[in-house]
């Protein structure tokens, strides 16, 4: 269960409850495969590499998972 909460804005809006929902989509961006909700005062670099392994679990294909500098930190490079 995600809860709605105060979080980091990135459009400098404190006042604002917030929600993170991760998105995987296929190779040409027009058709999601994976969706996944949080709290919004989770730190989402911090989950992608959970959801990243998730993802891999679920749908059972070998693929190709291209994302930014999110995905680079010590912890989730030891999932992969």
Known sequence: ?????????????????????ELVCSRDGDIPIYIKSASGNEVDSKKFGEIAIEYQKRIQVNSL???????YTESDIKFF
């Open 65 to 71: 998972i291209v994302a930014d500098s999110a995905l």
């Open 1 to 21: 269960m995600i809860e709605l909460t105060y979080g980091y804005s990135r459009d400098h809006r404190p006042d604002l409850k917030q929600f993170i929902l």
